[in-house]
């Protein structure tokens, strides 16, 4: 499969920011400027931009593909020959083999009992003779007597390396390794075993263990460096690679990438080049503080936190030349956040309820809103995923001193006139209270008034009442007395209490009609007794004048009666 990349570190600038023309452009440059400025225009905008496949004709910057890369326990070494042997085993019988056939002199025991050197089973001992180096086998040696013959030693045979003029003894353990040179200049490693070896072949590198450190031990000059797994990868002749758990290692040999499991490998042929350990796992990092500046412009530094999960490293590796996702997203993160607070006030910053277009209440929510999309849409494009991301804005301690000192100003004055508006409120609601209190009181006195004036209503209907139920009592009394009396008796009755009520003049009275009992001129007779003789008298003969009854007659001493009041007299005594 073949990529269409720009293998371009991803430009510092914003995709949508003008080009860098100077002034006084000549028309080639101005024709060149316009047509950038037309793609800029159909471009999105951000890191995405910079890396748009472009044409598809392109031919491919880089190719992915599978990559032979030996691991460090299937390296084999070199063949048995004239110079290099591989020691078959740990015995002494082994190791004198592999020295008689590369050529090296071996001394056997000279039977000098209890003088010179002595060398014990799993040793070797070293001589150098007229400059030519020797091995001693196990055994007594006496090496005095002969001029020109050093005795250099006694070596255990299980030594990491032992170095005798040019003669070279290496045992490589497990999960070990170590470099060599042949006869070629030819760069070879040595994985697990046991070699004995002499110029021309070389030892370039000690014995090293290959799963101390994650990432690259390359050869540089004589010594193995350790180099970092993922942003910086050590150059060198060859190396050691360790590929951790959750991770990818990630290799280029010429145009094409490819990439290994976790594990111990071995690079050494020519280029061949490890690029780094990709973490393919689900991880988070806080990027380093990015300063951007406002519309006043306010310097604003922004923390931020991204999470995400890598699924294509090599995809990554080829378009952004980075192996950390993070890595790559943070240069966008900075584009992004210079676009979105550079287009905002301080204002704005402090109060995001004022932004265009943006309902919430929180900075951090509206950052993350207006750059998740973007970002998203990056990392998908190169074989990743944004699980998370979040802000967090703070100020230089100068600019954050006077917008605090700005924000208790405020503070004070918002203050003051929520106090005056507290009192404003008190004193209204104190006045509502009064004017709430003399509506009462006069409820009250109004309340009071109507219950006397019922009451004093209730008092004199009860008076009427009484009043009438005794007149309509006396009514019935005198009608009683008239009751079985003839018209002689009625008269002499009428006439005792005309004389008591102090009547004077009395004309006669006629026999044939009661008319003739009312004295001529008299006209104060009791309603009451008006009232009994149209009761008892004959309906041919009631024809009685009204009277307005005298003073203290049937009444009560302190109230006198109207005359509508005699008039109704009669109708309840017939009642």
């Excluded at 990432?215 to 990868?233: D, E, F, H, R, V």
């Excluded at 009250?444 to 005794?470: D, F, L, N, Y």
Aim: glycine share 8%; with cysteine.
């Amino acid at each position: 499969m073949s990529l269409a990349l720009d293998n371009k570190i991803p430009s510092t600038t914003s995709a949508t920011a003008p080009p860098p023309y100077g002034v006084g452009v000549t028309a080639n440059e101005a024709k060149e400027k316009k047509s950038f400025e037309q793609r800029e225009s159909s471009m999105p905008t951000g890191l995405v931009a910079a890396f748009s496949l472009g044409d598809d004709k392109k031919k491919p910057h880089l190719e992915i593909g599978e990559l032979k890369i030996e691991r460090v326990d299937e390296v084999k070494p070199p063949a048995n020959s004239a110079n290099f042997q591989t020691v078959e085993d740990d015995s002494d019988d082994s190791y004198l083999a592999a020295f008689e056939a590369i050529g090296v002199p071996i001394r056997r025991e000279s039977g000098w009992l209890g003088m010179g050197h002595r060398v014990l089973p799993g040793q070797i001992g070293l001589i150098s003779r007229r400059g030519v180096p020797e091995v001693a086998s196990i055994g007594q040696h006496y090496t005095y007597i002969e001029c020109r013959t050093l005795w250099k030693g006694i070596r255990p045979l299980s030594d990491k390396i032992i170095q005798h003029k040019n003669v070279t003894i290496c045992n490589i353990g497990s999960n070990q390794g170590a470099f060599i040179q042949d006869i070629k200049h030819n760069i070879i490693p040595l994985g697990p075993g046991r070699y004995v070896f002499k110029q021309p072949y070389k030892l370039l590198t000690s014995v090293v263990s290959t799963i101390d450190r994650d990432g690259a031990m390359a050869l540089q000059g004589s010594k193995l460096i350790y180099g970092a797994s993922s942003t910086a990868p050590v150059n060198g002749r060859a190396a050691f690679v360790k590929v951790p758990v959750g991770y990818v290692g990630l290799f280029r040999d010429g145009n094409t990438i490819g990439e290994k499991p976790p594990g111990e490998y071995v690079i050494y042929k020519q280029g061949m080049e490890f690029l780094g350990n990709a973490n393919v796992q689900e991880y988070g990092k806080n990027l380093d503080i990015i300063r951007v500046y406002t519309k006043d412009p306010t310097p604003v530094m922004v923390d931020v936190y991204v999470r995400v999960e890598l699924h294509q490293p090599r995809i990554l590796r080829g378009k952004t030349q980075y192996i950390s996702l993070i890595d790559a997203l943070e240069e966008l993160v900075a584009l992004k956040l210079k676009d979105t607070i550079g287009a905002l006030t301080r204002n704005e910053l402090q109060n995001p309820n004022e932004i265009p277009d943006y309902k919430g209440s929180s900075l951090a929510e509206y950052l993350k809103a207006v750059s998740t999309a973007e970002l998203s849409e990056f990392a998908k494009s190169v074989g990743g995923s944004l699980l998370s991301i979040g802000f967090r804005v703070h100020y230089e301690d100068s600019y954050q001193n006077a917008m605090n000192n700005q924000a208790v100003q405020t503070l004070k004055v918002d203050t003051r006139l929520k106090n005056a508006n507290a009192v404003a409120r008190e004193e209204k609601i104190i006045a509502e209270g009064k004017k709430d209190s003399h509506l009462v009181l006069e409820q009250g006195r109004i309340t009071a008034e109507v219950e006397r004036v019922e009451k004093m209503a209730v008092a004199k209907a009860k008076a009427i009442r009484a009043i009438a139920e005794a007149e309509a009592a006396a009514i019935r009394t005198v009608a009683n007395a008239y009751k079985g009396l003839d018209q002689q008796s009625i008269q002499a009755t009428v006439l005792e209490r005309l004389a008591a009520q102090g009547v004077q003049k009395v004309k006669e009275i006629s026999d044939k009609t009661t008319v003739t009992f009312v004295p001529e001129g008299f006209s104060g007779m009791n309603s009451i007794d008006l009232a009994a003789l149209r009761r008892i008298s004959p309906a041919s003969q009631q024809n009685i004048p009204e009277s307005k009854p005298p003073s203290g007659l049937f009444q009560s001493p302190s109230r006198p009666e109207s005359k509508s009041r005699a008039r109704a007299a009669p109708r309840s005594f017939a009642g």
